[in-house]
T-cell receptor, first 114, second 113 residues
Framework: GDSVTQMEGPVTLSEEAFLTINCTYTATGYPSLFWYVQYPGEGLQLLLKATKADDKGSNKGFEATYRKETTSFHLEKGSVQVSDSAVYFCALSISSSNTGKLIFGQGTTLQVKP | SAVISQKPSRDICQRGTSLTIQCQVDSQVTMMFWYRQQPGQSLTLIATANQGSEATYESGFVIDKFPISRPNLTFSTLTVSNMSPEDSSIYLC??????????FGQGTRLTVV
């Protein structure tokens, strides 16, 4: 079945370091891909998305490119801040008309130290 | 975007009891979704709630344990029945957005003792 695999955490970085969180997926159709972020004590927020191959989603300095050939959607940021400390979830939706039905990866905890 | 309000935000319940979680959206939506996030784990879809029909449950979840109501296009409830400590989780409501994205409520943090 469809699934999402993320790199294991926690990831601990110093402020201004480069961030990569790997995400790969398995899907029978043509999924839309998402990164969601969960800050401590808060709900999920959409960080960025890509709906077709080679699309690049970007927001708040984060980027991810939909790579169909490698079935990946890795999250990157050039210079992290302490305020980026959160749990990051990669997710996919296989239905363009039903994007509320999501399959999530296991989540990666990012801790940024000053 | 959609604004989703969930109640309660947290609760501590005795085993064997039931808790009903409410989800209110500020606009009419066709589908609403209920997820569970067990401690330290990812989100798992429990069911899809459609207005005017029975909810559609994912594998591993049954109506007797998680009955869902969807009386109109802006409201849904999820009941966690006959609770045990294993039901301690965050329960989240979400809705479809119009631009290929989902919006989530703040979640209900349930602890069963």
């Amino acid at each position: 079945g469809d699934s999402v695999t993320q790199m294991e955490g926690p990831v601990t970085l110093s402020e201004e370091a480069f961030l990569t969180i790997n995400c790969t997926y398995t899907a029978t159709g043509y999924p839309s891909l998402f990164w969601y972020v969960q800050y401590p004590g808060e709900g999920l927020q959409l960080l960025l998305k890509a709906t077709k191959a080679d699309d690049k989603g970007s927001n708040k300095g984060f980027e991810a490119t939909y790579r169909k050939e490698t079935t990946s959607f890795h999250l990157e940021k050039g210079s992290v801040q302490v305020s980026d400390s959160a749990v990051y979830f990669c997710a996919l939706s296989i239905s363009s008309s039903n994007t509320g039905k999501l399959i999530f990866g296991q989540g990666t905890t990012l801790q940024v130290k000053p | 975007s959609a604004v989703i309000s969930q109640k309660p935000s947290r609760d501590i319940c005795q085993r064997g009891t039931s808790l009903t979680i409410q989800c209110q959206v500020d606009s009419q939506v066709t589908m609403m979704f209920w997820y569970r996030q067990q401690p330290g784990q990812s989100l798992t879809l429990i069911a899809t709630a459609n207005q005017g029909s029975e909810a559609t449950y994912e594998s591993g979840f049954v109506i007797d344990k998680f009955p869902i109501s969807r009386p109109n296009l802006t409201f849904s409830t999820l009941t966690v029945s006959n609770m045990s400590p294993e039901d301690s989780s965050i329960y989240l409501c979400s809705v479809d957005g119009q631009k290929s994205e989902a919006f989530f409520g703040q979640g209900t943090r349930l602890t069963v003792v």
